[in-house]
């Protein structure tokens, strides 16, 4: 997995952690700016009609371009007559950014950014068929730079030469829709291509100057990183911390004016050693905040690093599990991501049409497709859980529309889809999900999932009912999850509809009695509606999964929260093995490997 995922349809990852290298771990865990990523912090959104005067330059230049590209594209006179298009908006993100990494107590990256870039949609034809019909949805976008100041005669050249660059883009897939039509076979939902709504004004306050002290924070991730020097069998590290401020703009023909600000800081740590069989293992932690005031105090990121090192050296010992299918535990946090892989990609209302699309709950509205216990709701107008930010927050989607609160699923039953403005056969409106990151076109995609349970339990009793279970499956033991680093949900009809999620922290949980037993090597495997069937009750506390989420509109920032839970049956598989070998010399600082690791080395 890398860290900005958009192949195919049919493959969606959520990443909190993925990637072969570490800085492609780095990346994955959400340390760069993008468009839709709204502050875990922001407060409710106020709308004013009075922005700053940079604001003013940037905003009345967008309106004006756009109205004189509406009133000209396709106008008569030309000796060929060309559409007219009946929709078009420009996304501006300009936002600016501090980015510091260390490895080994050393500073190996420091850089400040600023970056304006805009997303320009052009629509031809009508709302019941345009450009975008089937696989030519991109057809609509094209992104171009923005000069980064204020100067309104440049940023109105690059406006209009980005437009004429994006019509042309528009009049060829809109030909090619056309065309196509008149060979291919009915489709099965002949839903409209582009839903009406009523276009939002609100210009929130910008995000202010970011201000970071970068000596000072480069100083602390070189206390942090040079923490796992103590640890020879740790071949890589780093530590990496970005500051971002925001702001999106968003202007469309349909007269919506959305300004929206958003402030966010991250700081992941990450950290890789091999066993002597060559399988590879890393641990990462990730903190999340509104600024990098309210990151977490030095002690703490020092104790989270030790902790993390010596569960790596006790991974690197620990047996490999053998493929089992039978109960298990699920954290607070490994449920979130099980949710939201298995379930939340498969709500989103674009699979619900295409003929590629699997479709496993198209046909499902008003049924029960969870256990009676289980309501599931998205709410992106959150900004944090328990006082724990939450990163998929945003007061206005990728589309200007206001986000909201959407109940998908009450008492397991099944109630609506996570909407965009592309329609499908049962729910013809925007729900305020529409999102994407810049240079992809919109998706109804998730922001944060919230699964809530009426059948809770202690973590005593959620144990006892494991091995209970496990007893009554004539199973020596059966397994909890307690960490999660990221996960794949495939949803198309040509591939087997099937989920995985790959664990980093498992334990064996004996019916014996014996202490429970590290292990590794797991991955969690299985289809859709066989496993959220064999959910059998819920922990009384709920988790947060903060991630990046990579699918069709490109990589956002979501989140899960979840309680944990207790399923009857889960199958898993062993993960790739790795061939090489761990490092044969010792570090240059004289510390030596752990014998083991000598002695296991090919």
């Known amino acids: 997995m890398t860290g900005r995922i958009s192949k195919r349809h049919n493959t969606n990852r959520t990443m909190l952690i993925a990637g072969a290298s570490v800085a492609g771990l780095i990346v994955a865990a959400g340390l760069y700016p993008q468009r839709a990523a709204l502050a875990a ?69 420091s ?109 602390r991730l070189r206390e942090i990183s040079s923490l796992f020097t103590q640890y020879p069998d740790i071949f890589d590290d780093t530590v990496g911390m970005q500051a971002s401020n925001e702001t999106d703009y968003f202007v469309s023909s349909e007269g919506a004016r959305v300004a929206t600000p958003s402030h966010v800081a991250r700081l992941v740590i990450v950290a890789r050693t091999r066993a002597a069989d060559g399988m590879d293992l890393f641990r990462a932690e ?36 053998e493929p089992f299918n039978g109960p298990a535990i699920l954290s607070g946090r490994a449920s979130a991501v099980f949710f939201h892989e298995v379930l939340g990609h498969r709500l989103e209302g674009q ?74 056969a049962s729910v013809a409106q925007s729900n305020g999900h529409g999102r994407a990151e810049s240079t992809h076109m919109p998706t109804g995609r998730q922001g944060n999932l919230i699964v809530t349970s009426s059948k809770t339990v202690s973590d005593a009793q959620l144990r006892a009912m494991l091995i209970a279970e496990a007893k009554k499956q004539d199973k020596p033991y059966g397994l909890y999850f307690e960490d999660i680093s990221s996960g794949f949900a495939v949803t198309t009809r040509n591939s087997p509809q099937a989920f995985q999620v790959i664990p980093l922290v498992v334990y064996r949980v004996y019916v014996d009695g014996r202490p429970d037993e590290l292990v590794r090597g797991v991955s969690i495997v299985g289809t859709p509606q066989s496993a959220l069937n064999s959910i059998v009750a819920t922990g009384d506390k709920q988790d947060v999964f903060n991630g990046i989420c990579g699918a069709e509109s490109g990589s956002i920032p979501v989140s899960a929260v979840a309680p944990a839970m207790l399923v009857s049956q889960i199958e898993t598989q062993r993960q790739a093995q790795g061939r090489a070998r761990p490092p044969i010399l010792p570090p240059p600082n004289g510390a030596t490997p752990g014998t083991k690791l000598e002695k296991g080395a090919e």
């Open 286 to 321: 990730t903190f999340e905040a509104d600024s990098v005031a309210h990151l977490p105090d030095q002690k703490t990121l020092k104790d989270k690093t030790i902790a993390m090192a010596k569960n790596l050296e006790a991974l690197r010992d620990a047996p490999v599990t």
């Open 351 to 424: 699979r619900q049409r295409g003929d590629e699309e699997g479709q496993t709950f198209t046909k499902l509205l008003g049924k029960p497709i969870l256990p009676s216990f289980i309501s599931v709701y998205d709410d992106p107008t959150l900004t944090n859980f328990d006082g724990i930010p939450l990163s998929g927050h945003y007061s206005y989607d990728d589309e200007g529309q206001a986000a909201r609160r959407v109940d998908l699923i009450r008492n397991g039953v099944l109630e609506t889809f996570l909407m965009s403005r592309l329609p499908i």
């Open 41 to 109: 912090s922001n407060p409710a959104p106020t709308p004013t009609t009075k922005p700053a005067a940079a604001e003013v330059v940037l905003i009345d230049a967008l309106d004006t371009e756009l109205k004189r590209a509406m009133s000209s594209l396709g106008a008569d006179g030309t000796a060929a007559q060309q559409p007219k298009p009946y929709f078009l908006s420009y996304a501006v993100d300009d936002a600016t950014s501090v980015n510091i990494a260390a490895q080994y107590g050393a500073i190996t990256g």
């Open 111 to 219: 850089n400040e950014s600023h970056r304006r870039s805009v997303d320009v949609e052009v629509r031809l034809g009508s709302p019941a068929e345009d450009n975008t019909h089937g696989d030519h949805r991109n057809s609509a976008l094209t992104t171009m730079p923005l000069p980064l100041t204020d100067d309104r005669d440049a940023i109105a050249r690059s406006l209009w030469y980005a437009t004429n660059r994006g019509y042309g883009r528009a009049l060829d897939g809109f030909l090619k829709v056309k065309t196509e039509q008149q060979v291919r076979a009915k489709e099965e939902d002949v839903s409209a291509d582009f839903s009406a709504e009523q276009p939002q004004t609100a210009l929130l306050a910008p995000a202010p100057l970011l201000v970071v002290d970068r000596t000072a924070w480069a100083q």
